[in-house]
């Protein structure tokens, strides 16, 4: 729990706010949520689908932007490496999110 506030407020490094939070375990939240979705599609279970793919990947993608946005507004290197990392994860998340 101490970790997934440590994100939130954008306390971590933009390197692992960004490849650890944002891509790798985003991916496998989406991935999952969706994989589950389908299954229970599948079992005509439209509803526990529906809060299954949605239930957990909003908010998590939710924190991870917000991670990942506060993250690059402590980054010490280049203004374009924080700016790349802001632009990307809010377009992954959309995109997972909507998908």
């Given at each position: 729990m101490r970790k997934l506030r440590s994100v939130w407020l954008g306390e971590l490094p933009l390197k692992e706010a960004f490849w650890t939070w944002a891509i790798t375990i985003g991916l496998a939240v989406n991935l999952?949520?969706?994989i589950l979705f389908l299954a229970l599609i599948?079992?005509?279970?439209p509803w526990a689908a529906l809060f299954l793919e949605y239930g957990p990947s909003v908010p998590y993608n939710v924190l991870a932007v917000v991670g990942v946005w506060r993250a690059a507004s402590h980054?010490?290197?280049?203004a374009a490496h924080a700016d790349l990392a802001r632009i990307a994860?809010?377009?992954?998340?959309?995109?997972?999110?909507?998908?």
């Open positions: 999952t949520t969706s599948s079992a005509d279970r980054y010490q290197g280049p994860t809010l377009s992954v998340m959309l995109l997972l999110t909507v998908t």
